[in-house]
């Protein structure tokens, strides 16, 4: 069976329009993938500082062998990582902030986009190495963006992140207008979830 990463970031609770897009992928995929779910409102991804940092650059950068405690700076980011590269598929659930990613989401990418790991640098450049890895990303927003509206900042940002660590499918589903009209929202977040039910559709056949 194929396995599904989960990484939320759903502050607004049960109110959630993003959780109700997550909670209805959850509904539709059950029994067909297994499911870790990586909650980071409960459990924070970590933060480089001065002594990780060089830590990582000596290891994949340089290849050199980490003393005990350079070797228990990188444990959280490696356990984060070996996480990420098991999955088949990775599902990101969360609202855009100020146009963007929640900060804590963007922490995220930066702890498990490691050199060695999810990308490496070849003599033709960079070579992403998350090929066979299919994404969804399910998230709200306060406005209604067409496709390409400037303040849509979540698909651009992402398409680069992902894009760069070698995945190919990226699959984005937003349920705008949480600030709108009640009707307007009700459609949107309704199109949204038959979007959710085609995504596990075609990953779950």
Request: charged share 20%.
């Given at each position: 069976m194929k396995s599904t990463l989960v990484v939320s970031y759903l502050p607004s609770g049960a109110d959630s329009v993003s959780k109700k897009?997550?909670?209805?992928?959850?509904?539709?995929?059950?029994?067909?993938?297994?499911?870790?779910?990586?909650?980071?409102?409960?459990?924070?991804?970590?933060?480089?500082?001065?002594?990780?940092?060089?830590?990582?650059r000596a290891r994949n950068y340089g290849g050199q062998k980490l003393s005990e405690p350079q070797a228990k700076a990188l444990q959280p980011f490696d356990a984060l990582i070996k996480e990420i590269k098991a999955a088949d598929h990775v599902v990101f659930a969360f609202p855009m902030h100020n146009f963007s990613l929640p900060g804590v989401v963007k922490t995220y990418i930066d702890?498990?986009?490691?050199?060695?790991?999810?990308?490496?640098?070849?003599?033709?450049?960079?070579?992403?190495?998350?090929?066979?890895t299919k994404t969804a990303i399910l998230y709200a927003s306060g406005g209604a963006y067409e496709p390409g509206n400037p303040y849509n900042v979540v698909p651009p940002v992402l398409d680069i992140d992902l894009g760069f660590v070698g995945v190919a499918e990226k699959r984005y589903i937003n349920?705008?207008?949480t600030l709108g009209a009640p009707e307007v929202m009700k459609k949107n977040l309704e199109?949204?979830?038959?979007?959710?039910d085609k995504l596990v559709a075609d990953w779950f056949a």
């Open positions: 897009l997550l909670d209805r992928f959850l509904e539709k995929s059950q029994g067909k993938t297994t499911v870790v779910h990586r909650d980071l409102l409960k459990a924070h991804p970590p933060v480089f500082d001065e002594f990780s940092l060089a830590a990582y702890a498990v986009f490691f050199h060695g790991e999810l990308f490496q640098y070849t003599a033709t450049g960079p070579q992403g190495l998350l090929n066979k349920a705008g207008g199109t949204a979830q038959n979007d959710v």
